[in-house]
C-alpha cells in the first residue's frame, strides 16, 4: 500500500490564491506601497486655505508690525509728525535689558504665571474627576457655575472679586474677621486676590476639556484599577494621566499663554499695576511705557519678547513631549 499523500492546499492563514497581499506572490519581497493620487497631499491645505488667509491677516500682519514698530525711534513726537522717524535697529532692546525694572517685572511675570498655571490644572483636574462621581444633577449645576464664570467679562470679574475683597464693605473681611484689612495694599495680597481670579475664570477650560478626555477613557480600565485596590489619587497618576496627556498639553499650553500675558485682572485690580508698580507684569509695564510714557517702540519692544519668550517655552514643552514619543 501506497501512503496517501499530502494534499496540495496552501498553509492556514495563507491562501493560494492571495494576490496582493503583504508579500508578492512567488517571492520574500513586500509588496510596493499604494501610490497615492495625484494632488491628495495638497487636498488639506486647501481647506485650510480660508483659515490660513484670516489667520496671517490678523495675527501674521500685526506681529510684522510690532516687530517693525521696536526698531525705531518712534513716540508721540513721530506719532504727531512733530519729528522723523529716525531707526535704531535693536537700540530699543539694549535699553529694555538694561534697564533693572524690566528684569523684576519679567521675573514677577514668570512666578505668577507659573503659580497661576499650576493652581488652574490642580481645580480644573480635580473638579473634573468629580465630574465624573456625582450624579447628573449635582455634575450639571457644576458645569453651570463652571461655563458661567468662564463666560464673564474679565473686567466684570475682576469688578466682582474686587467687592467681596474691599476693606469697607466686602464680605470676606466680615466672615473672616479681618476688619478693614486691604487686600491690595500689599505686594503679596494683591497677587494672591488676582490670582483667585484668575483661576476662578480659567479653571473651567481645563475642568470641561479634561472630563471630556476622561469620559473618552474605557470604563473597563478603571474598573479594573479600582478592583486592584488603587487609591482615586493613584488612578489619577498611574492610569489617567498618562492617557490623558495629549489633552493635559494642549490646556498647559494655552494656561501658559493666557496667565503669561494676563493684563485686564491686574490693571483693574490693582489700579494699573500697585502701589510704585510693586504688581507689575510685562502686559501692564507694555502698557506703561507706549501709552502712558508715549514710548511706543519700547512698548513693542517689550511685546516682542514677550513673544518670543512663549514661543520658546511651547517649543521646548513640545520638544519634550515628543522625545517621550507622544503624538500630537
Known sequence: MTAPTRP?????????????GPRARGTG?????????PGASRTPWLYLAP???????????????LGLISLFHYTQAQVSGGEPTTFKGFGNYSELLADDQFWQVLLATVVFAAVCVVSTLAVGCALAVLLTRVRALPRLALMLAGLG?????????STVWLFLFDADFGPVNRVL??????????RYSAFFLVLLEVVWCSFPFVMVTVYAGIRAVPAEVLEAASLDGASPWRI??????????????????????????????????????????????????????????????????????????????????????????EEL
Not at 464664570?149 to 470679574?157: L, M, N, Q, V
Not at 474677621?177 to 500689599?186: A, E, H, R, V
Not at 490623558?244 to 490646556?251: A, G, H, K, N, Q
Open 8 to 20: 496540495s492546499a496552501a498553509r492556514p492563514g495563507r491562501p493560494a490564491d492571495l494576490r496582493g
Open 29 to 37: 519581497r513586500p509588496s510596493p506601497p499604494a501610490r497615492r493620487r
Open 51 to 65: 483659515a490660513l488667509v484670516v489667520l496671517g491677516g490678523l495675527l501674521a500682519y500685526p506681529i510684522y508690525q
Open 149 to 157: 464664570a468662564w463666560a464673564t467679562p474679565a473686567i466684570t470679574g
Open 177 to 186: 474677621g479681618l476688619g478693614d484689612f486691604s487686600w491690595t495694599y500689599g
Open 236 to 325: 489619577w497618576r498611574s492610569v489617567l494621566a498618562p492617557m490623558l496627556r495629549p489633552i493635559l498639553t494642549v490646556v498647559t499650553i494655552q494656561s501658559v499663554i493666557w496667565d503669561f500675558k494676563v493684563f485686564t485682572q491686574i490693571y483693574v485690580m490693582t489700579g494699573g499695576g500697585g502701589i510704585a508698580g510693586q504688581n507689575l507684569v510685562l502686559n501692564v509695564y507694555a502698557y506703561q511705557q507706549a501709552f502712558a510714557s508715549s514710548q511706543y517702540s519700547l512698548g513693542a519692544a517689550i511685546g516682542v519678547v514677550m513673544l518670543l519668550i512663549l514661543l520658546a517655552v511651547t517649543l521646548v514643552y513640545l520638544r519634550l513631549l515628543r522625545r517621550q514619543g
